[in-house]
C-alpha cells in the first residue's frame, strides 16, 4: 500500500471518530433545538413582516391582482376597497405569526397559529394558478415569473408551517394538555 493510501485511510478513520466524538457530545441535540427556534421565529418574522407591509399602499397595490384572480380572496372586494382588504389580510397575518411566536407560553395556540398560516401559505400558493402572468416558457421549461417568482418562496414558508404545527401539536399532545414547559429549556 502506498503511503498515499495510508494517509487517506487514516484521514477517513480520523474524520469518522471526529464526527461520532462530535454526535456524542449532544451537537445533535443543540442542532435540533436551534434549528426549531430559527425556522419558528424566522417563521414569525417573515409572516409578521408581511402582516405589517399589508397596512402600506405600496403592498395593497402590489397584492391587488392577485386577490382579484382569486377565487378564495376576490370576494374581499365586494366588501372593502383595496386598502381595507389588504389591512384584513394583514391583520390575519399579524394574529397568525403571534400565535406561532407563543410557543413557550402556549402549544395549542401556536399550533392554531401554524395551521391558520398552513392555509394562508397554500392560499397564497393558489395564486400561481390564479394569476395571469404567474407562469413563462423559457427554453420550453415553465418556470415562475412576474408575481411567481415571489410567490414560489411559499412552498418552503408552507413546510416551515407545516413542521411548527407538527412540533406543537407533538408538544400538545406529549403535554397531556397542560400548559408547556419552555421550550428553551427541555
Known amino acids: 500500500m502506498s503511503t498515499m493510501s495510508k494517509t ?6 480520523g474524520a469518522r471518530g471526529l464526527v461520532q466524538q462530535v454526535v456524542s457530545e449532544g451537537t445533535s441535540d443543540i442542532l435540533l433545538r436551534v434549528g426549531t427556534v430559527v425556522l419558528r421565529y424566522g417563521l414569525v418574522l417573515l409572516i409578521l413582516w408581511f402582516g405589517l407591509f399589508k397596512f402600506t399602499p405600496t403592498e395593497a397595490q402590489s397584492i391587488q391582482p392577485l386577490v382579484a384572480n382569486s377565487p378564495l380572496l376576490s370576494w374581499l372586494y365586494s366588501v372593502t376597497d383595496v386598502r381595507g382588504a389588504s389591512r384584513l389580510i394583514g391583520i390575519a397575518e399579524i ?4 400565535l406561532i411566536a407563543i410557543r413557550p407560553l402556549s402549544a395549542r395556540a401556536s399550533a392554531v397559529g401554524s395551521i391558520g398560516a398552513i392555509l394562508m ?3 397564497t400558493l393558489s395564486f400561481l394558478a390564479t394569476t ?3 407562469w413563462a416558457v423559457v427554453d420550453g421549461f ?3 415569473a412576474g408575481a411567481g417568482g415571489f410567490l414560489i418562496k411559499d ?3 408552507l413546510g416551515a408551517a407545516v413542521w411548527t404545527a407538527g412540533e406543537a401539536m407533538s408538544g400538545y399532545l406529549a403535554n397531556g394538555f397542560r400548559p408547556m414547559e419552555s ?3 427541555g
Not at 8 to 13: D, K, S
Open 155 to 157: 412552498l418552503l414558508l
Open 132 to 134: 395571469p402572468g404567474s
Open 121 to 123: 401559505f397554500v392560499t
Open 8 to 13: 487517506n485511510i487514516a484521514t477517513r478513520v
Open 183 to 185: 421550550e428553551w429549556t
Open 142 to 144: 415553465p418556470v415562475p
Open 95 to 98: 394574529a397568525i405569526a403571534l
